[in-house]
């Protein structure tokens, strides 16, 4: 067969209307029905998101179908044929609608020095009317479905409408800017997140291999952050290349959950402590920098002194520098300009009996001094205008006494967020100690606060967790939980979350989440080079813990918005620093719209839910939204990729793992078990011997 006739044996149809989001195909009368034979091997056609080609000058334009259907027309519309007036039937024309999607050229390979097809993003020239439409060839259906040949890395599925074709992707593209699989319960998720985890590094190992460097391990970092405990079993087989991190008790092979309080930043302290902004968030964060520094006896009193004395001249001073209004205009300034100056006379009288001269003395003059000057204002129950000289003798004699005493950031130096272990058993007395020196009406404010840190500190399913003895250096925390140099400890680790108590569950992925991010930046900063560490941090059910904002604003942050700041700060800056994140959730519509709108590449399973739906459809643009209304009805391991990963949205078949190397989700056997071809005895002594021992 000649190149011409070759060509003319692929073309189906006629371009009958464009626009730029579709264009109108008349088929062919002998065009194929069902089952198309002149590609070289059988392929079906017409079908819905199957692929055509449009020849143009830059090449072709690839297009997928959206619609298919007959239109009756009053006379045949076949050329060569003169009868037109004496037929009167009607004559079946099959149309369907195609939406391009990017073009496809021709390039000569670097490699081989011969010529490939290539598909590119986008349509460089749109056909005109007239212009016929071919179906592709095997080899351009290969082209159009699958990667360019720098981005033949992992395979993770083939292409149901395209011959089976292989989809390879490049993790680089998958993983570098962020990845989303989205789907309902059942649909295959979890299976593809640890299908893409296995066949990446399956990947790697053939590609150090074949590059002749053995079997040295990948140096890959994937952590897994698993709510529902059902990964482990899914990468069992790699045996100590996995680290599987849960809360006791644990099995052989496994490591306990340590997630040290003292590695907790101030902002997480204070919303599992639930501190209020008033006198607890200060108190708390207090205590945490002089427990850090080793300051376990409290501050010294006249630390203590320093710090009220700098707070009132302060506040005399912002009183200064508002203006006349504030101390000499209506009754009301100048009444709250006298009760500022009774508080500090009050106070350095009470502060003068915890200290030594000439302190003691020197405080009692100060207080005398904020006497005299609202005494010699006092108007019955009113107040005259104070002036300016008579504010600026208290300020001043306020700050000349403060400078006589220790800073309390020489108490202090170590910021609350510094990761250094300190006694978290502790914290609770030191933090009551302390307010008991700053008066009654303090100490009142903490003992809540107080009692929340015991009281957590007490859970026996938390007690190791957070506080556990002797303490682990931070080193080898990162070397466990992010991986060793070279990935020599495995290029994988699983925390499984299963058994956390649900009211702290946000605050370990929250914490875990946060070192994993800044142990990379400063990775990068240490780095000579200043180059990234690749890590993949892969966040199962993510709608449970980045979820949308808005129910839950108030004046101390919550354990939920602290997990959600800490992924939207990652999924906005963990590009830069090699951290590519994973989502996995059903339920799309419930997530962040920033960390969503940080995703580059989406796996989208079967979607039912309406809400989850029009989240979904906005992803992609209008000419390629009919790809989406299949998504109701996408049977499991079926899924689309689209985004940065993939030139144009594709249907794919997502590879199957074997049944050892499945995440624990499958469907529950209820007929199995009922008809007794599935055992389930129950000892329930057992469970509960488990349940109160943890």
């Given at each position: 067969m000649t190149p011409i006739e070759r060509l003319s044996s692929l073309v189906v149809g006629a371009v009958e209307s464009v626009s730029p989001g579709e264009v109108r195909v008349l088929l062919e009368l002998d065009a194929p029905h069902a089952t198309a034979l002149n590609t070289g091997t059988p392929a079906p056609f017409p079908r819905i998101n199957s692929y055509v080609l449009i020849p143009n000058e830059a090449g072709a334009t690839v297009a997928y179908i959206s619609w298919i259907g007959i239109e009756r027309s009053p006379y045949p519309k076949r050329s060569g044929l003169k009868d037109f007036g004496l037929i009167d039937l009607p004559f079946p024309l099959r149309k369907m609608s195609v939406s391009p999607v990017g073009t496809l050229t021709r390039v000569r390979d670097k490699v081989t020095g011969g010529m490939r097809h290539e598909l590119s993003r986008g349509v460089m020239a749109f056909p005109s009317v007239g212009d016929q439409v071919l179906m592709p060839t095997a080899e351009q259906v290969e082209a159009i479905v699958g990667a360019r040949d720098s981005d033949r890395r992992v395979r993770i599925g083939a292409s149901p409408l395209a011959s089976n074709a292989a989809i390879m992707v490049d993790p680089d593209k998958l993983f570098g800017r962020h990845l989303a699989v989205l789907g309902n319960t059942g649909s295959g998720k979890s299976c593809t997140v640890a299908g893409l985890i296995r066949w990446s590094l399956d990947a790697a190992s053939r590609a150090i291999a074949d590059g002749g460097r053995g079997d040295t391990p990948a140096n890959a970092r994937f952590i897994v952050l698993d709510p529902n405990g059902e990964y482990a079993r899914a990468f069992a087989d790699l045996g100590d290349k996995v680290r599987v991190f849960r809360v006791p008790p644990i099995a052989a092979g496994e490591r306990a959950l340590e997630v040290p309080a003292w590695l907790w930043s101030g902002h997480e302290w204070t919303a599992v402590a639930q501190a209020q902004p008033g006198a607890q968030r200060p108190l708390l964060m207090q205590g945490l920098r002089e427990l850090k520094s080793g300051q376990t006896q409290g501050v010294p009193r006249e630390a203590v002194v320093r710090r009220y004395l700098v707070s009132y001249a302060t506040r005399v001073s912002a009183m200064l520098n508002s203006g006349t209004q504030a101390f000499a205009g209506s009754p009301r300034s100048r009444f709250e300009c006298a009760r500022l100056l009774e508080t500090i006379q009050n106070d350095c009288n009470w502060l003068a009996q915890g200290v030594e001269e000439p302190t003691t003395s020197e405080l009692t003059a100060a207080a005398a001094r904020a006497e005299t000057v609202v005494n010699s204002r006092r108007s019955g129950a009113y107040f005259n205008d104070f002036s300016v000289g008579d504010l600026e003798s208290v300020r001043d004699a306020l700050l000349t006494l403060a400078e006589t005493l220790p800073d309390l950031g020489d108490a202090a130096p170590i910021s609350e967020d510094a990761p250094l272990f300190f006694d978290v058993n502790l914290l609770a007395e030191h933090l009551e100690r302390t307010a008991s020196e700053q008066g009654a009406n303090v100490a009142g404010f903490v003992s809540t606060l107080g009692l929340r840190i015991r009281g957590m500190l007490a859970d026996h399913r938390l007690g190791a967790v957070v506080g556990h003895q002797p303490p682990v250096r931070f080193e080898d925390w990162l070397s466990d939980y992010v991986g060793d140099s070279g990935g020599a400890n495995g290029p994988m680790a699983i925390v499984d979350l299963s058994l956390v108590p649900s009211e702290m569950v946000h605050i370990m992925v929250a914490?875990?989440?946060?070192?994993?991010?800044?142990?990379?930046?400063?990775?990068?900063?240490?780095?000579?080079?200043?180059?990234?560490?690749?890590?993949?941090?892969?966040?199962?059910?993510?709608?449970?813990?980045?979820?949308?904002?808005?129910?839950?604003?108030?004046?101390?942050?919550?354990?939920?918005?602290?997990?959600?700041?800490?992924?939207?700060?990652?999924?906005?800056?963990?590009?830069?620093?090699?951290?590519?994140?994973?989502?996995?959730?059903?339920?799309?519509?419930?997530?962040?719209?920033?960390?969503?709108?940080?995703?580059?590449?989406?796996?989208?399973?079967?979607?039912?839910?309406?809400?989850?739906?029009?989240?979904?459809?906005?992803?992609?643009?209008?000419?390629?939204?009919?790809?989406?209304?299949?998504?109701?009805?996408?049977?499991?391991?079926?899924?689309?990729?689209?985004?940065?990963?993939?030139?144009?949205?594709?249907?794919?078949?997502?590879?199957?793992?074997?049944?050892?190397?499945?995440?624990?989700?499958?469907?529950?056997?209820?007929?199995?078990?009922?008809?007794?071809?599935?055992p389930r005895a129950v000892d329930w002594a057992a469970i509960v011997a488990d349940w109160t021992s943890s």
């Open positions: 914490v875990l989440a946060r070192l994993v991010f800044e142990s990379l930046q400063r990775y990068r900063r240490v780095n000579a080079e200043g180059k990234a560490l690749p890590t993949v941090l892969v966040l199962e059910e993510a709608h449970t813990f980045v979820r949308r904002g808005g129910d839950d604003a108030g004046p101390a942050a919550t354990p939920g918005q602290l997990c959600r700041e800490t992924f939207e700060r990652i999924a906005r800056e963990g590009r830069k620093f090699g951290l590519g994140l994973v989502l996995s959730s059903q339920r799309p519509s419930e997530l962040s719209p920033t960390v969503l709108a940080q995703c580059n590449t989406f796996l989208l399973h079967r979607i039912v839910n309406d809400a989850d739906q029009n989240l979904v459809g906005r992803l992609v643009p209008d000419n390629v939204a009919g790809l989406l209304r299949e998504l109701p009805s996408l049977p499991s391991r079926q899924a689309v990729l689209l985004g940065w990963a993939t030139p144009i949205p594709v249907l794919v078949e997502v590879d199957e793992l074997p049944d050892a190397q499945r995440p624990q989700s499958s469907d529950p056997d209820f007929w199995g078990v009922w008809t007794l071809r599935e």
